[in-house]
């Protein structure tokens, strides 16, 4: 069964940066598109960003195009986000998620989640 655990969360300042990280157990990670998704008080679960299995396409939401970048490292199973110029809207719990279909699947319904890591950005 897969496994995905987030680790990295923390508090920044506005305009600072912070990378998290989510490592997948369980399985053969180079086999899963991968990606990140973040859920603020109040508001639903929404989409951040996404990579291919093999590294080579990645797709981002609008609200952080040009400030984070999500990557992978397939030998440690581990997926990435470095978030730049970070904003107090960019508050949030962040879950990684897997899916081993295309990079469009893992933006919309991806199988599997992380249990979340919690970013806070103050102003």
């Known amino acids: 069964q897969v496994q995905l655990v987030e680790t990295g969360g923390g508090l920044v300042q506005a305009g600072g940066s912070l990378r998290i990280s989510c490592v997948l157990s369980g399985r053969t990670f180079s086999s899963y598109a991968m990606g990140w998704f973040r859920q603020a008080p109040g508001k639903e679960r929404e989409f951040v960003a996404a990579i291919s299995w093999s590294g080579s396409n990645t797709y981002y939401a609008d609200s952080v195009k040009g400030r984070f970048a999500i990557s992978r490292d397939n030998a440690k199973s581990t997926v990435y986000l470095q978030m730049n110029s970070l904003k107090p809207e960019d508050t949030a719990v962040y879950y990684c998620?897997?899916?081993?279909?295309?990079?469009?699947?893992?933006?919309?319904?991806?199988?599997?989640w992380g249990q979340g890591t919690q970013v806070t950005v103050s102003s």
């Open positions: 998620a897997a899916d081993r279909h295309t990079i469009a699947k893992v933006t919309t319904s991806p199988v599997y």
